[in-house]
């Protein structure tokens, strides 16, 4: 079986390839997972909005953070109001990650959504877990070179591994030359969400109040970032 460890050790290694995984056939709740091997690519940043714009389009929403962080979960639990679109958080640890599973009842939401910490390579097992139970995986980046090389071969393992994959470009610059270069370099090993986040203020400062940019609305980034959500449930088939 592929060894996470050895993709995200070296762009260079390749993953054995072995018989694709079977989709996850857990009735109830679909499971999107975000994940990639560097940190500062906007995994939780995706996570949050996506999963606030699916709650504004009327799913029963769960999160489940699995950054040691807790970035997700405080920005939920500490600052988030109550008259806005409701988002279940929950909270595990990668070293017992089928106790965190089990503790969301897969009957009572239409999807979850996980956050994982960087390094995956330190929980190879764990991950493969999370992978076999996810419906969608998206590989969150920026257009940085740096970024390119850590996710470019964590999304040839997804694939070597039959998973539903797709890069989810952020914190990018519209109209820029990095971006256009980032999208074809990308598009050669896997799919792209076809909605860029771009990278704008609005898109922190609401962090402060507890909100995704999608609360707000009429903000810049919103549509992006809804879009990106309209994406998901195309996948899902929700």
């Known amino acids: 079986m592929a060894n996470p460890t050895a993709v995200a050790a070296t762009k260079r290694q390749k993953p054995r390839a072995e018989k694709p995984v079977q989709t996850s056939t857990t009735t109830g709740a679909r499971w999107v997972v975000y994940s990639a091997p560097k940190g500062g690519v906007g995994k939780t940043t995706s996570c949050k909005n996506t999963a606030v714009a699916a709650a504004r389009d009327g799913m029963r929403v769960a999160t489940l ?3 040691p962080q807790r970035t997700l979960s405080q920005w939920h639990d500490l600052r ?7 988002v279940d958080p929950y909270e595990g640890s990668l070293d017992d990650v089928e106790a965190a599973l089990a503790r969301i009842d897969a009957s009572v939401y239409d999807v979850v959504f996980i956050d994982t910490p960087p390094s995956v390579e330190l929980f190879p097992e764990s991950v493969k877990i999370l992978l076999r139970r996810a419906d969608l995986v998206l590989v969150p980046t920026g257009v940085g070179r740096f970024d390119k090389m850590s996710v470019i071969p964590w999304m040839g393992f997804l694939r070597e591994y039959g998973r539903p994959a797709a890069f989810l470009l952020n914190r990018v610059k519209r109209r820029s030359v990095s971006l256009r270069e980032a999208k074809l370099e990308l598009g050669r090993v896997g799919r792209l969400v076809p ?12 962090d402060d109040i507890g909100c995704s940019i999608v609360d707000v609305g009429t903000v810049n980034g919103a549509d992006e970032c809804l879009g990106a959500w309209y994406f998901v449930r195309h996948e899902l088939g929700l």
Do not use: G, T
Not at 195 to 206: F, L, W
């Open 65 to 67: 953070d699995f950054d």
């Open 195 to 206: 909605h860029e986040v771009p990278d704008i203020e609005d898109m922190h400062r609401v």
């Open 80 to 86: 988030r109001p109550h008259d806005v679109a409701r």
